[in-house]
């Protein structure tokens, strides 16, 4: 080839790498300075490199409630404030909704866990802020194993004779604790006694709680032994029963071995136990 064509060949590539980096020039400019209305620009590719890990709440990998009841569980901009609380959720079906108050209690707690967790089966924990405070691992556990745990005072005092300001702080405080120790504050609240009062269901909305009483009461807290709870629970049974036992507040030794009966015998009948959602109205 003569020495002309070279040079002509070589001006040329000269010219079309000069187009390609000025080409590539204007791209960059334009992602750094585009137009925020503009479309996005699409990747082709993954950019190489390690992956942004997410940061997760405590417990916040637990298992979600098995439930079918209302909306998809998150907490509303404002909750509705009520003049009575739910005794009773209403679903499809033969389900079931089993509550426990005054806990967590080393003593009692942990059995009632692993029955639950034995029978894969969820509940809900209305516990005290001074008993909470100092067995936050149970609290954990119950997050771990898909529980809902709800408020039920600090120190279990009869609202009906505090003032406000009280009421406010014994509910807060329980609150805080949860939090803390569950991995998100409680939707759920329940009055010590089921005594209710005008205060108590407005703050419980304010903090974005919904009231939850009982449809069939054990009085296990009566001691009146391990046969007469069971009948009590199997003669209530119906569908959006919601049961009312203790995990502490006493010897609660009845109330676990309780439930290490009625629980099978319920599944077994076709009951289906769960946890409520959230109803937003």
């Given at each position: 080839?003569?020495?002309d064509q070279l040079l002509t ?6 010219a079309g790498a000069a187009v ?254 769960t946890v409520p959602r959230r109803?937003?109205?």
């Open positions: 080839m003569k020495k060949r070589r001006r040329a590539l000269l390609l980096g000025a080409a590539g020039a204007a791209g960059t400019a334009r992602l750094l300075t585009a137009d925020p209305a503009a479309p996005p620009v699409r990747q082709t590719a993954p950019v190489p490199g390690p992956q942004a890990r997410r940061v997760l709440k405590p417990s916040a990998y637990r298992l979600q409630p098995i439930a079918g009841y209302g909306a998809p569980h998150h907490t509303p901009a404002k909750t509705l404030v009520r003049h009575e609380p739910f005794l009773r959720m209403a679903g499809r079906g033969r389900s079931m909704v089993l509550t426990f108050d005054d806990g967590p209690d080393p003593r009692y707690t942990p059995d009632i866990l692993r029955t639950l967790r034995q029978h894969d089966v969820r509940a809900m924990f209305f516990v005290c802020g001074e008993m909470a405070v100092d067995n936050k691992d149970l609290l954990r556990e119950m997050a771990d194993d898909g529980h809902i745990v709800g408020n039920h005072t600090w120190t279990h005092p009869l609202l009906t004779q505090l003032s406000r300001s009280k009421i406010r702080s014994e509910m807060e405080r329980t609150c805080e604790v949860i939090d803390d120790a569950y991995g998100e504050p409680p939707v759920w609240f329940r009055a010590p006694y089921g005594a209710w009062n005008r205060a108590a269901f407005q703050l419980g909305s304010e903090m974005g709680m919904e009231p939850l009483a009982w449809t069939v009461d054990t009085l296990d807290w009566t001691t009146p032994g391990t046969r007469t709870i069971v009948d009590r629970v199997e003669h209530g049974a119906a569908p959006g029963v919601v049961v009312l036992s203790h995990d502490a507040g006493g010897d609660r030794s009845q109330s676990v071995r309780a439930l290490r009966d009625y629980l099978p015998e319920l599944l077994d009948s076709g009951y289906h136990i109803q937003f109205t």
